[in-house]
């Protein structure tokens, strides 16, 4: 009789935990323009190889000194950077409150490093890695150049690359009035990510071996 084996997220994922990022910024260049929110969703896998989200982290983010901020990029996401009941926190102690949380998921699920997951992932990769060297923060504990992008996950899985979309194709509720919340995006992108990673096992796409 065959020795049952829970399965772990280490092991689908060559030891990297995924971690499903958004990022809502003042414009397109990560070197100059700001952050303005920043979200984390954490993934888990059950025993039986089954992903799925467990829980986000959101901040509201302070703009850093001189930092640029479009007006385009505002009536966009429909963020007030300036309202006087925004609880934002300065830059550094959002991303050093969310890579605690990273790094306490990463002992706990027994990986070696963070991956970051995002929708068009290379932005959002920008602006963590920009945000990162403006703070002098020390111990990123993401992968600095390698990313999981959904967009292009879901352009091979449904044929669409917009995250509305390919939400739709994959059955997954998507409210166009919540979008361009970093919370709200995140928690999409991961449940998008998620059913993307199922229904390749379902199909019988590659899972660990422990032989």
């Not at 399965?7 to 070197?31: S, W, Y």
């Not at 027994?110 to 068009?120: E, K, M, Q, S, T």
């Not at 059955?171 to 993307?196: K, Q, V, W």
């Amino acid at each position: 009789m065959l020795e049952y084996r829970a399965q772990r997220i280490r092991d689908r994922f060559r030891g990297f935990l995924p971690v499903v990022v958004d990022v809502e910024t003042g414009g397109f260049n990560a070197g100059t323009d700001a952050i303005l929110e920043i979200a984390a969703s954490i993934v888990r896998m059950d025993e039986d190889g089954v992903l799925a989200v467990h829980r986000t982290h959101n901040f509201l983010v302070k703009p850093f000194e001189g930092a640029n901020i479009e007006q385009s990029a505002l009536d966009f996401t429909g963020i007030d950077p300036w309202h006087p009941f925004r609880e934002a926190v300065e830059e550094d102690q959002a991303l050093g409150e969310l890579f605690r949380v990273v790094r306490k998921e990463i002992r706990d699920q027994d990986c070696n490093r963070a991956i970051l997951v995002g929708h068009n992932a290379h932005f959002d990769a920008g602006f963590v890695n920009a945000a990162v060297a403006r703070c002098g923060i020390k111990r990123n504990p993401f992968h600095p150049f390698s990313h999981f992008d959904t967009a292009t996950l879901a352009g091979l899985a449904y044929g669409q690359t917009v995250l509305a979309k390919a939400c739709a194709e994959a059955g997954i509720t998507f409210d166009n009035s919540e979008a361009h919340s970093a919370a709200y995006d995140a928690e999409r992108t991961a449940e998008l990510f998620c059913e993307i990673v199922n229904r390749w096992r379902e199909s019988g796409g590659w899972m660990p071996s422990f032989d």
